[in-house]
């Protein structure tokens, strides 16, 4: 069935995606390392219209991990080089095309003019709401719950917050983005099946893809076929089948208020 003629209740609201296997795929064509992530980051914008095309409203790139950091200069800079040509050349589509573009991760670790480069796209973008586009960039998911636990501590220290009240919710909402919902789906290129450090509370109840392909060989094609794999699914919440056949699950709270 083509993706277009999906009912929408199937498709995901929010993908998120480990950009697994540029170094691999430059490696298999004799190619210096940051030849695939060249190649990356042309995929990174054709995945980012296709998304635009089939209606998706939240899409979630793993871009930077904090372990990259240990990565050859040559490679880290590059990497660096890339995100802020991507977010200084994209800038206009976004804008005119009502992608919101936010970053989330340890930003005080970037190089001033990728940080400035950032701020400069979240600025000019701060307004738009028919899509969202968020970046992980110096991000560990680990470390994410240990700003979230410092911010709650602080709340808890000033009398703002009484222990007693932390709930999931309450924590969640400590997360970097916390109106941004769970991801429905998270596709993992390059064939491995790790989560890296990657949205590990936000993926509780996300199904997992991955996909034999390296990132620059996901294209358009491969990103649908993920999605209707997807589609076609039963979650169930922790629920038995037929209690979520019913079609009265919902997905436990990730702590977005409800509109
Ligand atoms: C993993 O491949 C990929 C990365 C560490 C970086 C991802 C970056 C891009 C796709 C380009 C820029 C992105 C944006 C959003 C502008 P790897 O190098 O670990 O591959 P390997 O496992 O084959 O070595």
Redesign the pocket.
């Known amino acids: 069935m083509p993706l277009t003629e999906m009912d929408s209740d199937r498709m995901p609201n929010h993908i998120a995606v480990?950009?697994?296997?540029?170094?691999?795929?430059?490696?298999a064509r004799g190619l210096e390392?940051n030849a695939?992530?060249?190649a990356?980051?042309e995929?990174?914008r054709e995945i980012v219209r296709a998304s635009g095309d089939l209606g998706l409203k939240y899409l979630t790139?793993?871009?930077?991990?904090s372990e990259?950091w240990e990565?050859p200069k040559g490679?880290v800079s590059e990497?660096m080089h890339?995100?802020e040509?991507?977010?200084e050349e994209d800038l206009e589509e976004a804008v005119s095309q009502g992608v919101r573009i936010r970053a989330v991760g340890r930003l005080d670790r970037l190089p001033p003019s990728t940080r400035t480069a950032v701020d400069k796209a979240m600025q000019a973008t701060r307004r738009n709401t028919e899509r969202h586009l968020i970046?992980a960039l110096s991000y560990g998911a680990r470390a994410e719950i240990v700003d979230a636990a410092r911010g709650l501590v602080r709340s808890v220290a000033r009398g703002d917050l009484d222990p007693e009240q932390i709930d999931e919710k309450i924590f969640a909402s400590h997360l970097y983005v916390p109106d941004v919902p769970d991801p429905d789906l998270m596709i993992r290129t390059?064939g491995?099946y790790r989560v890296s450090n990657f949205l590990l509370w936000q993926i509780a109840y996300s199904e997992l893809y991955s996909a034999p392909v390296?990132?620059?060989d996901f294209h358009r094609a491969e990103f649908e076929e993920a999605i209707l794999d997807y589609a076609g699914r039963e979650r169930r919440f922790g629920l038995t089948g037929a209690q979520a056949r019913s079609g009265s699950v919902k997905p436990p709270s990730d702590g977005v208020p409800e509109k």
């Open positions: 480990i950009m697994d296997g540029n170094g691999r795929w430059a490696e390392r695939g992530h060249r990356g980051l995929n990174v790139l793993y871009a930077f991990s990259n990565r490679e990497l890339l995100l040509h991507f977010l970046l390059g491995e390296m990132w620059p």
